[in-house]
């Protein structure tokens, strides 16, 4: 969003009213008594195209101001004032604060009014840069992906999911640059076109795949990361896309790199999100999705994850149990199973290898397996479960529950009641 509204900030509030009476007029002008004040002024009444600082404020310097604008609104041009001709001060303002012009105090009006001007023209460089690389530059990457998601609608219609979900969170987690987290989430899986088309086939229909084939398929965002930096202005693009599967411990992919919070923001932001969608139905998130995550605390910045929940999660209200005292049934598939659901059919391989047995609740632990067992084994879907209700949930009538569920399918099919096998005998190992 463009503007033309100039903040001019110190702590001296009859210079402020000065200058207010001199530049009446000439600029559509702010003031602000000290650095609180003007972040305040920023957060509420913002954009702004220019800020100019007094340097030495109380409680937080124009040095301070300045830097601490860059990082929020780097779009905004900062001019420091001050009495101080020191060339020391005059250095550490250019360097730490992204400074445009360094004027001493008392500034003359007209030197001034020309220093608003120049910076006024430098801020419509900036957004005029930031229009073409947004609107250009994301048309073209947007033929880009459309083109290849008639190879592979299924991953490409996942990265539109994702940058969907990037912009919803964009200014909440004050990303500096929205639109480069945006075409990182298009971008991610670029990679996949140098994998071979049985390879992505599979991988579309959710298939197993072999270890060689899995650690091919490790590797494509640094495919990614290398098609995207051969585009101009896209460099930290890259970066993001290169990082994308690396976890906040500093394993997974690529092997060496920054860890923690040293990993760059949108790499991090993928790393939950391209997660998630590999978990959700549809556009919609649900918290359950999240928790799922947690299984899994050493790829995630957990902070960042609790954040994005807040902003994107659903509250699910089928595991309500005021609204559902007694549960739900549900058809579900198997990527849909969630902790606290109870099987109504058994869980078994298309090899009919049973791994759970209807009348079991679902634990944590008995989830975790069952993901990593579906990596190698296709189950029979859909599967049926009961979720939500108090005493189904906390397990005081399970008897009670398997022996209304096996009557009624003894009276329909003419069949005799399905006697279990000890309840944990078939659990999925790791």
């Not at 702004?48 to 780097?74: H, N, Q, W």
């Not at 004050?174 to 086939?201: F, H, K």
């Not at 947690?294 to 957990?302: A, F, G, M, P, T």
Request: glycine share 8%.
């Amino acid at each position: 969003m463009e503007t033309d509204k100039v903040l001019f900030v110190d702590d001296d509030e009859n210079l402020l009213r000065g200058v207010r009476r001199t530049m009446r007029g000439k600029f559509n002008l702010s003031i602000a008594v000290g650095g609180e004040q003007a972040l305040k002024t920023l957060a509420e009444d913002g954009p702004f195209a220019v800020c100019i600082a007094d340097m030495r404020m109380p409680g937080m310097t124009g040095v301070e101001l300045l830097e601490t604008i860059s990082k929020k609104y780097p779009e905004t041009v900062g001019i420091m004032l001050t009495g101080n001709a020191d060339q020391a001060t005059a250095i550490e303002a250019i360097n730490r604060g992204s400074i445009f012009r360094f004027f001493n105090k008392p500034c003359d009006d007209a030197m001034l009014e020309s220093g608003i001007r120049a910076a006024l023209r430098q801020y419509q460089l900036i957004t005029a840069e930031r229009n073409l690389i947004e609107q250009s530059l994301a048309g073209s990457i947007k033929v880009l992906t459309d083109v290849l998601a008639q190879l592979n609608p299924t991953i490409f219609g996942r990265a539109m999911r994702v940058k969907q979900w990037c912009d919803q969170i964009a200014a909440a987690i004050e990303y500096p640059q929205p639109w480069e987290l945006g075409l990182a989430a298009l971008l991610c899986p670029i990679g996949m076109v140098s994998l071979p088309p049985d390879l992505l086939s599979r991988m579309s229909g959710d298939k197993p795949l072999q270890p060689l084939e899995r650690d091919i398929v490790k590797r494509t965002p640094e495919v990614a990361a290398k098609l995207i930096a051969n585009i101009p202005r896209l460099e930290h693009v890259a970066e993001i896309v290169g990082m994308q599967n690396r976890n906040f411990d500093g394993t997974g992919f690529p092997e060496k790199g920054p860890t923690g919070v040293e990993i760059p923001l949108g790499a991090r932001v993928l790393r939950i999100l391209n997660a998630l969608a590999e978990r959700a139905r549809g556009d919609t998130l649900v918290t359950h999705n999240f928790d799922e995550l947690l299984y899994h605390k050493n790829r995630y910045d957990l902070d960042l994850l609790t954040q994005l929940r807040s902003l994107l999660a659903v509250v699910d209200t089928v595991y309500d149990e005021t609204i559902y005292p007694d549960g739900q049934e549900l058809t579900i598939t198997l990527k849909e199973l969630r902790v606290g659901d109870y099987l109504l059919t058994d869980l078994e391989t298309l090899e009919d290898r049973i791994l759970l047995t209807h009348g079991n609740f679902i634990s944590e632990v008995q989830l975790q397996r069952l993901r990593i067992f579906e990596r190698l084994h296709k189950f029979r879907e859909p599967i049926e479960v009961r979720r939500g209700g108090r005493t189904l949930r906390r397990g005081t009538d399970v008897s009670k529950a398997r022996e209304a569920r096996e009557t009624e399918h003894a009276g329909i099919g003419g069949t005799q009641p399905h006697t279990d096998p000890a309840p944990h005998a078939h659990e999925p190992k790791a």
